[in-house]
């Protein structure tokens, strides 16, 4: 067994399937919104990435770009047409909830009508070169993908720790009710924060299409992944995600070393389980501390 | 002007040849003080004639008949809720139906009964295949709203647990040869194990939270078994197990069997739905609705016992329908497993609206006449049944049979909202006062007094000034006489008052205060020489009072 392999791996899933956590844990904390039209977004913005790579150009910094900004797109799309609406209606997590499923049904079907069943491949983003070190080789789309995600992400964490923006949304996941008095609209910052969470599931969606393809369903497993990582995190917490981000891909790496890949599911089901028995609202979440929906 | 028009006051003591009496003074027309009240009255606000009242036919009941009632035999329990009633009116001895949905339900199972009677035809197929179909996802929907709405555990791992025991029993039936009529039994026990392990976690979750990690639980699933070798992982499902539908029969034979089958599947998991929803275990539940466990809690009640109750019951229901989904088919395949099987099923839930029982099954009948009535139709049909549920997400608070209880909510709340626009009479007290004030005959004196000022001021005219600064006493015009009563009647406090400074020579109008023992108050400098014309500074004094109030 190569520790090197694992290692580098388990970085790796870490990296993208934290882009997803964090996305999907800052909607919930800010907006009280649970997008589980991620995997719609996911798909959307690898089709527009796509799209651009067919039609403008295939340069692969200018292919990334469009796929984070398709997944803003459709990051303000879902908060438009599932948001605004219902977000001060009664019962609203619930019927969020319901809602961002629906235009995910809605969303995928329409791009299977469109783009048809057969799955799409994204150029080469990253090059096709390979750096050998003693005892182990990084390959082009590994570095690329472990650097543009930790570039990006610290790159959104710092500008919502220093940006005026930034403050809103901190002061929305903070105290939604006080912020709406202190004068931070909850409309147009709702904006943003699917924007900001929109382009994160797009770069996540071009990172991942190195590996996979792109199709209308495959935004479904890194939904699955993104939502457990956020939910054994701590619902609300970027450090609790980044951790069990860590822990969860280990997890994967290991699995799909030692007993195979088909179990990679059950057996990230049942640490997910034991921990939230440890601790119902995540590893970072202290119970207290949980947003109240 | 009215000097111009010439309307004269003539005065009736003239005749006694009083020192200062002149026949004649001009004034001006006699103005009623009913127009002013008219005005008040009258109200700019459009009245619509909304029905608020709720009807309910009321049948004749005389003697014993207004007190008999059917029951369900052995047990106390009404088929209709009836109350009894004497007409206070007409004193007429009546009965009304309170509750009308024991009679739309069988209304509506007996139509779904009889429907194969009445289908066309050439869709004899779809429409009896659909309706098979329709039974056991019903079914399902009941189990789930079981679930979500009376346990109140977002679990999206349903299709999850059926789609399990549907295989196992598959798998056993293909392996063992066993009887069809063995697989609803081991299912449901394949289920009660699966909801026993998924049910760990729903002791320490919330809603969410569970809904967020059951939500890659039929994922995990579909892997697992589409990449396992005993599932057959080739040919996209295991198929080849016993079924209860005899193969020599004709197709329309075999068709109607596989209906009226899944009709009676249905129909057990209507009567599960009752005896769990409506008995013990939904009463402790219904106690300790979403945020308000801690009271629940607090009281005694046990409702995190009674929640996995219902998931263990319900999870076994839902291996009972995967055993029966695999004896139907004979077999199963993956795309129970898929993510858009859980969508549908639950828009088929929120169509109808959670926690009812009617809402699952006529949200499913809507979902499955879409999905596979219109299946020619390709992904457009599921993205009709996306926009539906998304368009009942996003206006109706509970599905559609919540709509009533939505509608009256929102026609009291205009009702409420024209109530107030109603209120602008008045006008002499704010409402949030009004409210608060205990003498309630406060309000309609204030508004008089309102009233009467608004009428008094039209009658200030430099007509009725000159009269009074002519003759101060005897005779007045009724214009001029209506004032000084007004004037007259005022309470003490702030009442003006005349002061001699000088007796015959100054005199000046002071305020009084109206409180023992507090002196006066000088209103102004000027002093008057005569006790009349400080008389008149007094009236018009008044009159300016008046015209500013």
Redo the contacts between chains.
Sequence with gaps: MDIWFIVSNTILLACIYGTLAIGISITWSSLGL?N?AY?FIFAFAGYGAWLFAQHVSTSGPAVLAAGILAGALGGVIICA??FI??HD???F???G???T??????G???L??WFGPRSKSLPEIFGNWSLSLPGMVFTADKVGNVVTSVLILAIVLRWMQSSRRGLEIRAMMMNPHAASIVGIGVRRTSFYVMGITGGLAGLAAVLLSQTYYISP?GG??P???G??I??CGG?GSVRGAVIAAIVLGLNEALTGISIGG??V??T??VV??VI??LR??GIAGLLDKARE? | MSIDRGIKWRNPLFVWGGKRDVEELATIPFRSHQEIWGGTRRSATKLNAVGRLRYYYKWPGHGEAMWNRLRYWPTRRRVLRLRGEYNPKTLRAEKTIVDKRPIWWMLGLLALAIAPLFTPADLQNTLLTAGATFGIYAAISLCWMLIMGTAGV?SLATYAVVGTAAFVTALLAVKFALPWWLLPPIGALVGLVFGGIIA??AT??????Y???T???N??CR??FV??KEFGSANGGLYGATTYIPEDWSQLGQLLLAYYACFGLMLLALVLYRFVNGRRLGRILRMAPEKREAFAEATGVNFRQARVWVFLISSAALGFIGGFYTSNFGGVAFSIFN??TV??G??ML?IGGVGRAEGAVVGTLIVVFFDQVLNTW???R??I???I??LV??YL??GLFGIKAQFRAWRDKKKSERRSTRAEKGGEMLPEEATETEDKSVIYQRRHDKMTRDHLKTLVSPEIIEEHRHSLNGQHSEALERLLIYFRTRPQVEKYAIMAVERFEGYRIVALSGHRGVAPRVVEDRIYSTPDEACHGVFMRRVQDLLES
Excluded at chain 1, 101 to 106: K, R, T
Excluded at chain 2, 204 to 209: E, K, M, S, V
């Design positions: 649970l589980l995997g047409v599932g609406p219902i209606k009664p019962n997590t619930i019927r909830l319901i809602a499923l629906a235009i995910n049904l809605i995928t079907q329409f299977l009508w369903f479904l497993m939904m699955i992944k939502v457990s956020a939910l619902l088909r179990y599911l059950i990230q089901f997910i389980i939230l028995l119902p609202r929906a | 977002f760990l976690p320490r979750l919330d809603g969410f939270y809904a967020l990690l939500l890659g639980l994922e995990l892997v697992y990449t396992s993510f858009d969508l549908l639950l828009a929120v390709g992904p457009a599921f993205m049944i996306g926009l549920m998304l997400v996003l608070r509970n």
